[in-house]
């Protein structure tokens, strides 16, 4: 909402359609109020101040096909406007696979068509099932190749602004794949200081908070992961690990980690660790990059390969999550 509000009284138009978007698919946004006696509509963020741009906010029906090729061909011919179509859950992206990898990822390359259109796909493994965990990033990385697309992993309220505000700040456009939160909207760590939207920027690389005087081993992450992990060192009392997070798979930063990481240049142990299956997520995406950054392979840390996004169990689950975290840890 901040990032919308700064945004509209710039004079940049703002547009958000999705299945439930009115009042923030898992209640993070009321953009809608009704008065329920006579349903007259009343939009906050239409009521900042005199003279500013107009924010639409529409619930769209479950068809996302047609929803997301409308949005798209909104993006084409508003590119002034900040347009922004929001999953239910980031699963729900299945349905729109067509318009994704015929316009989406290549209009640019196939058409010199140009979009600035952002997808918001909430992911996380939160024990939900296999068709409410994940946004299957996998598919987006896949198709990550000259520049075309921009797919980021966010796990702080500053860098979701700041990420927003880029796209319609910047001198290009290119369109925009977040891996929205779903715990991360109610968790207790995922903050954001004042200072962090007034003067910081959008980072694609987040050092550790709390860095080890001398660290052993050295954790990559990206997403809501990075919080059980912070959470388990603690418990543990992990003096020597490190961890760092990837907010931006693409385009991928790699100059920007090897600095990050530098002064955990002499960790013995290099793990990446994710919440995905092994053939899903990051990890044959950053695999090799990271190879070249670091000289050697990460040990991986996360679910075994799987022909299923997500268990349906949620006591399997809990164990698989446990057991990931303490990989990436202690390396067990």
Partial sequence: SLAFGTLLKEG???????QDSERGTFSQRHAAFYDMETRERYVPLNNISEGQAQFCVHNSLLSEAAVLGFDYGYSLEYPEMLSLWEAQFGDFANGAQVVIDQFIFASESKWQRISGIVLLLPHGYEGQGPEHSSARPERFLQNCAENNIQVCNLTT??????????????????????LTPKSLLRHKRAVSMKSDFTEENFNSILDDPDPPKKADALVLCSGKVFYDLIQE???KDLKNVAIVRIEQYHPFNADLLKEVCKPYEKAKRLVWCQEEPRNMGAWTFLMVPLEQVFGKRPDYAGRAASASPATGFLARHKEEQAALVNRALVGE
């Avoid at 940049?12 to 359609?17: E, Q």
């Avoid at 309220?157 to 977040?178: D, T, W």
């Fill in 233 to 235: 060192r603690e418990e």
């Fill in 12 to 18: 940049t138009p703002v547009r958000l359609s999705g």
């Fill in 157 to 178: 309220p500053a860098q979701y602004f700041h990420v927003l505000r880029r796209q319609m700040r910047r001198k290009f456009s290119k369109p925009l794949v977040i």
